[in-house]
Nanobody, 116 residues
Framework: QVQLVESGGGLVQAGGSLRLSCAASERVFSSNPMGWYRQAPGKQRELVAAITSRGSTNYADSVNGRFTILRNIAKNTVSLQMNNLKPEDTAVYYC??????????WGQGTQVTVSS
């Protein structure tokens, strides 16, 4: 079973930056789509950024131009570079990978808190 582990969350002031990282127990990122999601208190989990197996990316409108999803196949990690953070970016951030016939696997999440 694939295990995903996020890291890099924390507390940052508005306008600051954070870089989240997602590491997988197996080499899945080069051949499967994956994404970063977030869930704020009282809200549904939402897709923030995604990358396909071919490396194409897409972003939620709310983060487009501020967040960048990066894949390092050699290190088997996918990162989320977050710049110009806003208080409304405060949430638990999850990485997930979609495996053919096996479904979606989630990490445990990492908290990001942006103070105003």
């Amino acid at each position: 079973q694939v295990q995903l582990v996020e890291s890099g969350g924390g507390l940052v002031q508005a306008g600051g930056s954070l870089r989240l990282s997602c590491a997988a127990s197996e080499r899945v990122f080069s051949s499967n789509p994956m994404g970063w999601y977030r869930q704020a208190p009282g809200k549904q989990r939402e897709l923030v950024a995604a990358i396909t197996s071919r490396g194409s990316t897409n972003y939620a409108d709310s983060v487009n131009g501020r967040f960048t999803i990066l894949r390092n196949i050699a290190k088997n990690t996918v990162s989320l570079q977050m710049n110009n953070l806003k208080p409304e970016d405060t949430a638990v951030y999850y990485c997930a990978v979609d495996l053919i016939k096996l479904g979606r696997y989630w990490g445990q999440g990492t908290q990001v808190t942006v103070s105003s």
